[in-house]
């Protein structure tokens, strides 16, 4: 019996070490397998038979034996829940501004399955279908942001009544998105303002977020504003913008996730796989000081491209993460392959000892990568590399191609991106 006991322990102390030493994302098996797709452009998807407009009012369920079309701004009114069976497929207008919007004190329960999951997608036929085809999906919540007043409005285009959002429930439930695809969103509004694939505002720790995939947005792939976020397993693939922009002071744990960039893809700022703000100086932006800054927690992240940056395309390289002042990161056992440098730090952010040490950076496999920071003022770029050059940082510098460095890298089958052992 003790020796039992001890085999028991052996075994449950070797499963956690070699959980904690894993790198980039991870699972004993490949959790990308079954309910992702990486070549949606080319997919067959039955044609709708089932419309769905305006503003839903009372409780409403899609099943799988239908297909339904978003046409316009579809809203789920206040104390109305909206659920959405497995395998149920949701095409959306390309005609008009099409976009989902949960609005405050509303639900969606879009929980798919592994082998059913629930795919929203381009109305367009098989070969036609682009990033921007239509809107996304905006989910508003009552958790706290950092804003003047603690309400806010998405400039999407909305009904001003029904895209409120922002209050001091950290707890808020806005439902549950498991297994959820979402193609070609990003479509732009009137004014030339590009839509998320998936907005998130003012999102409590209720709302469960979990296997969601994103791709193809003409926008960022997840944007995140304010709230209370605890999320894991989310996939970003081929965003033209930032894959997971995080502002308003997000408080955002992350886990197990990967952005999967292309090289050729990339709006007129930069796009980047994160993207940390708290408020947006650029546009005036001003700070509430006694509201929380944008804080983000990620782990078993990995961030690369579509495929190897050869030095005759060196110059497409950009960094993996943008981070401007007044936000807080922490990033651990995660792999960084194909960039520039790991992080530019804005203009507006002072380089100093104190600073650095609101970004933990530990335990990291950076890949064809030559630099960790860079800011434009390159005096600092010494500065920030001998700050993280310590053991205790636990960084690993190597170059490898990805089919070295990721056990299949093949988009036009089922990857797997866990790296090799």
């Known amino acids: 019996m003790k020796k039992k006991l001890l085999l028991l322990v052996f075994f449950t102390f070797t499963t956690l070490i070699k959980a904690q030493n894993t790198k980039g994302i991870s699972g004993d098996t490949n959790w990308l397998n079954m309910w992702t797709n990486f070549n949606p452009k080319t997919t067959s998807y039955n044609d709708a038979s089932m419309i769905i407009t305006g503003t839903i009012t009372s409780n409403m369920t899609l099943k799988k034996e239908n297909v339904y079309i978003l046409v316009g701004t579809v809203y789920v009114a206040p104390h109305v829940t909206l659920t959405i069976q497995p395998g149920t497929l949701i095409r959306c207008d390309t005609a008009t501004l099409t976009t989902l919007v949960i609005t405050k004190g509303a639900k969606i329960i879009a929980e798919g399955t592994e082998t059913d999951p629930i795919v929203f997608t381009s109305n367009k036929n098989s070969g036609d279908r682009n990033p921007g085809d239509w809107g996304g999906i905006i989910i508003l919540g009552d958790a706290p942001i950092n804003k003047s007043g603690g309400i806010g409005t998405l400039d999407f285009e909305l009904d001003p009544q ?83 922009d995080f502002t308003q002071g997000v408080q955002c744990n992350i886990s197990n996730s990967i952005a999967i960039r292309s090289p050729f893809l990339s709006d007129s700022y930069g796009s980047r796989c994160f993207e940390m703000e708290t408020v947006d100086t650029r546009k005036g932006e001003v700070l509430d000081t006694k509201k929380e800054m944008t804080r983000v927690t990620a782990t078993n992240f990995t961030m690369m491209h579509t495929e190897d940056i050869g030095t005759e395309i060196e110059g497409l390289k950009h960094e993996a993460i943008l981070i401007r002042e007044n936000t807080f990161l922490t990033l651990t056992n995660s792999v960084i392959s194909g960039f520039s440098h790991l992080i530019v730090f804005s203009d507006t952010v002072t380089i100093s000892n104190e600073y650095l040490e609101k970004i933990t950076l530990k335990d990291l496999l950076i890949n064809d990568t030559k630099v960790i920071g860079t800011t434009q003022n390159t005096y600092f770029n010494s500065f920030i590399s001998n700050w993280y050059q310590g053991k205790q940082f636990g960084i690993e510098f190597i170059k490898l191609k990805n089919n070295e460095l990721f056990a299949s890298t093949s988009i036009r089958k089922k990857p797997d991106f866990r790296i090799k052992n």
């Open 162 to 244: 029904k895209a409120l959002y922002g209050g001091d429930n950290k707890d808020s439930d806005s439902g549950i998105l498991k297994y959820v695809r979402i193609e070609f969103s990003g479509k732009k509004t009137s004014h030339g303002k590009p839509i998320n694939g998936l907005s998130l505002a003012g999102v409590g720790k209720k709302t469960k977020l979990e296997y969601v995939q994103v791709t193809s947005s003409d926008e960022d792939s997840f944007q995140f504003y304010g709230g209370y976020v605890n999320t894991n397993n989310l996939v970003s693939l081929r965003s033209a913008d930032d894959d997971f």
